[in-house]
């Protein structure tokens, strides 16, 4: 069953015979964009998360244009080590909240690979990289995943 929200924000819900899977995918606006365009973004899936039951696994991932950083002192539990990032844009910051709101942990951010297997956006001039789309899952379940990295393609 599948829900879609607005034009940047989907949800699913999978059963299955144990434990069902809430997943919230979404696409954010820009880091440029208004405030007033964010606040409205993150909205949506507060509403959805909101929504979903509580004994789900909740799965939010999607291009969030956030940049998150690697010192996860502030947000133990929200953020692992190993993020392409030495600090959050505020997209990031946004995502960091969101997640630290609804219990997530940002699953890219767990799991040491080469910076190469990080980034998920190169600029056209192929001298920016960076790692702007994200996993994440309930923070009972972050050690479910296995692996998360980003495989590079033929663009």
């Given at each position: ?27 954010a ?23 979903l ?24 539990g ?19 909240d ?8 940002i699953g890219?951010?767990?799991f ?44």
């Amino acid at each position: 069953m599948y829900n879609p929200v607005s034009e940047r924000v989907l949800a699913a819900r999978i059963h299955s015979k144990h434990i069902n899977v809430s997943v919230v995918v979404g696409y954010a606006p820009t880091e440029d964009s208004d405030t007033g365009v964010k606040d409205d973004f993150y909205q949506q899936p507060t509403d959805t998360f909101d929504e979903l039951p509580g004994h789900d696994i909740k799965i939010l991932l999607g291009d969030f244009n956030a940049r998150v950083t690697s010192d996860n002192s502030a947000w133990p539990g929200v953020l692992g080590r190993h993020s392409l990032h030495s600090s959050s844009n505020d997209n990031g910051r946004r995502l960091i909240d969101f997640c630290a709101m609804h219990g997530l942990t940002i699953g890219g951010t767990m799991f040491q690979h080469r910076d190469i297997h990080k980034g998920t956006w190169l600029s056209p001039d192929g001298r920016t990289v960076t790692q702007i789309d994200h996993v994440c899952i309930t923070t009972k379940w972050a050690r479910s995943l296995l692996d998360v990295k980003s495989c590079r393609g033929a663009d």
